[in-house]
């Protein structure tokens, strides 16, 4: 199966060119992990609001919080980059840091934002229908948070290669996008779950552990968002290669 393929590639990728895949992300990524590591060490407080525990946020807290924001939202655009270059470009990283490239970030940052939009939008309108169904037949309302993810992740791929377009430059639309992947629905529906599975498994243990807030669960959390955060790129840049460039995934 195609979908099988490209998810398989988009691991080869990050294995045999393990070294490369940190240069580009690790320096980055430990920034995208400060905020984590500042909680593990300073957790707010917690107060009761309606019976329910809420955290505590002072002006000193939410400010370094959004300090974080921050800094995590331009080290993720800087590996995507980083990566999407290094694979389709092969613009080797010289040094612990990718090349700086300021314009294609802030491309990539307003493509993302304009993808998250349409997916949002197009997942509403699509439980109107699917809510109408479950209304006649409510045993099947236990699989409408499955049904709604899955669309959201069909969608993010069927449209998710103008990101790497972006990171290189190429503007593509998004109506292209969805022409480019046209009669594709079954390997982009594989691929998805396939993504989903494979990110719900990693988070399994962190699950079964007793204790997620525990210091091992961290380390274990940082080190499995890592390999999830860079195949994550991974695909959309061998989506892009295949579709887009028609490269193969042999």
């Not at 594709?184 to 594989?190: A, D, S």
Request: hydrophobic share 55%.
């Amino acid at each position: 199966m195609k979908g099988w393929q490209i998810f398989t590639h988009s691991v080869r990728l990050v294995l045999s060119n393990l070294g490369h895949a940190l240069r580009v992300s690790l320096v980055l990524y430990l920034v995208v992990a400060v905020s984590q590591i500042a909680t593990f060490l300073n957790p707010p407080e917690m107060t009761m609001m309606d019976g329910i525990e809420m955290p505590m946020m002072s002006t000193e807290y939410a400010t370094q919080n959004l300090l974080f924001a921050i800094l995590a939202i331009i080290s993720s655009l800087w590996i995507a980059v980083g990566w999407h270059r290094f694979v389709l470009a092969e613009e080797y990283p010289k040094g612990w840091l990718p090349q700086w490239h300021g314009s294609s970030m802030l491309s990539y940052l307003g493509r993302s934002i304009l993808l998250g939009i349409l997916v949002v939008i197009s997942v509403a309108v699509a439980s109107i229908p699917i809510g109408l169904v479950i209304a006649a037949a409510p045993g099947l309302a236990l699989f409408l948070p499955f049904v709604m993810v899955g669309l959201g992740v069909y969608l993010f791929f069927r449209l998710g290669v103008v990101l790497p377009g972006a990171a290189l430059s190429q503007k593509i639309t998004f109506s292209a996008a969805w022409t480019a992947t046209k009669g594709e629905n079954g390997t982009i529906i594989v691929l998805a779950v396939l993504v989903v599975g494979a990110s719900f498994l990693l988070q399994l243990p962190t699950m079964l552990s007793g204790n997620p807030n525990s210091l091992l669960s961290l380390i274990y959390g940082l080190v499995v968002n890592w390999f999830a955060t860079v195949i994550g790129i991974s695909v959309l840049t061998t989506l892009y290669g295949h579709f887009i460039e028609k490269r193969s995934i042999d």
